[in-house]
């Protein structure tokens, strides 16, 4: 056993403890509290010294393979013009070849645990990710991500997708099948997708952009000229009249634990919606941004009483994969929002959504010692507020807890 001091220790399930510690064995927690354990003096104490102890992060949404694009999608006013912009990189392909698509997603991997984070929820179209996920040490769910508006066989194109992540089942990290949007997956897919059977959640990007609010309720509008430009509209896709929570909800995909990215322009009667079926907002602020969505209207999700978690997006939409990066931004658009709650949604929140909150997420005797230390200025009174408030240089101020 080893026995962690530190000027500040964060349990997250309860308040931080000032001049605290916790003891790890076999990379478990045994206790936490304040002050030093009783022990038969034999287990090794490390002070830490001026660090918040604290959970490792949790990355609810991004998309590793993607990563090959940092700096080469350019921010746009709107959702149709940025993806028409992304596609366009895409088909060029990247400036190395097909090579260099793991070796950045490899360094994206490392970053993100220099930086903190422990979980990731990963989407992923090729599933290219799980073995560099495995062999980066990063755990979490990686979505495998359908698309497909014109239709076919869905039945089959589920199970194909099943199988193939069936091919990863001996990693040691979990896998789902999942739709991408309202706008570019077929109503028969989304409920095929909604009706099989799984370990790990579901996951959609919902209500990212003005423009899928208005196409899922007229059919119309800049989403659509995209789809016919794209050769893949039809004429015989039934409009569903309504907002795209309530569209999905009809198909049987909104599940409990269904994880909703973005949320940026659902009314508040779909995130009323989405806390009823027990299902959780992932909110990417940074990426919302840079595409054209616009900030998320984060107070309002905190008040509705649904559950928050918190994702970078992927390099092409954001800056960095740094989650203190992502806090930072959410307190500046969320400052009512108490540090608390934001820090809450980066650890526990996030691991439960990815249903990993029995191993990840709080420091509770019995989970995993995923464990960061984050620099805490002597002199901070208030370490919540100091975690979310854009003074942490992740790269400089945290490092890995090193269990036994």
Same mark, same amino acid.
């Given at each position: ?40 003096? #034999? ?8 660090? %918040? ?30 993806? #028409? ?77 099943? =199988?193939r992540i069936g091919e990863h089942k001996a990693l040691p990290v ?6 991408? $949007? ?9 409920? =095929? ?109 905190? $008040?509705a009483g649904v559950p928050v978690a918190i994702g970078t997006d ?19 658009? %969320? ?12 650890? #526990? ?9 029995? =191993? ?45």
């Amino acid at each position: 056993m080893t026995i962690y001091r530190a000027r500040w220790v964060l349990p997250i399930d309860a308040p931080p403890i000032e001049h605290g510690f916790v003891a790890v064995a076999d990379g478990r927690i045994v206790s936490v509290g304040r002050g030093v354990p009783e022990t038969d003096g #034999r287990a090794p104490i490390e002070d830490l010294g001026d660090v %918040a102890v604290m959970p490792g992060l949790v990355n609810a949404h991004t998309h590793l393979e993607l990563s090959w694009m940092a700096g080469l999608v350019p921010a746009k006013p709107s959702m149709d013009e940025w993806i #028409r912009a992304l596609l366009d990189v895409r088909r060029a392909g990247p400036p190395g070849g097909d090579g260099d698509v793991a070796k950045a997603a490899l360094e994206a991997m490392a970053v993100m645990r220099e930086t903190g984070t422990v979980l990731v929820g990963d989407i992923s179209n090729t599933l290219l990710t799980p073995g560099l996920l495995a062999a980066s040490g990063l755990r979490g769910v990686v979505f495998h991500e359908l698309m497909g508006f014109a239709g076919g066989d869905s039945a089959q194109v589920v199970r194909a997708a099943l =199988e193939r992540i069936g091919e990863h089942k001996a990693l040691p990290v979990e896998l789902s099948v999942v739709a991408h $949007a309202p706008y570019s997956v077929s109503p028969d897919l989304i409920a =095929e997708i909604a009706r099989a059977r799984r370990t790990a959640p579901l996951a959609i990007h919902l209500g990212e952009s003005a423009e899928e609010i208005e196409f899922v309720a007229t059919g119309r509008g800049p989403i659509r000229r995209m789809l016919e430009h794209l050769g893949v509209w039809s004429d015989d896709w039934p409009v569903p009249g309504c907002d795209p929570a309530e569209y999905v909800d009809r198909l049987g995909y909104l599940q409990p634990g269904t994880l909703v990215v973005h949320g940026v322009h659902l009314p508040p009667a779909a995130i009323e919606r989405i806390r009823r079926r027990g299902a959780v907002l992932v909110t990417c602020p940074r990426s919302n941004r840079w595409v054209g969505a616009g900030s998320p209207p984060l107070a309002a999700f905190y $008040a509705a009483g649904v559950p928050v978690a918190i994702g970078t997006d992927s390099l092409a939409s954001a800056p960095s994969l740094d989650m203190f990066d992502e806090l930072a931004e959410a307190r500046r658009i %969320a400052p009512g929002v108490p540090a608390s709650v934001l820090v809450d949604s980066a650890t #526990r929140t996030g691991a439960a959504a990815l249903g990993l909150g029995a =191993e990840y997420g709080t420091i509770t005797p019995g989970k995993r010692a995923a464990l960061i230390a984050v620099r805490a200025p002597a002199g901070t009174h208030d370490v919540e507020e100091y975690l979310v408030g854009g003074d942490v240089d992740a790269a400089a101020d945290v490092r890995l807890v090193r269990a036994d």
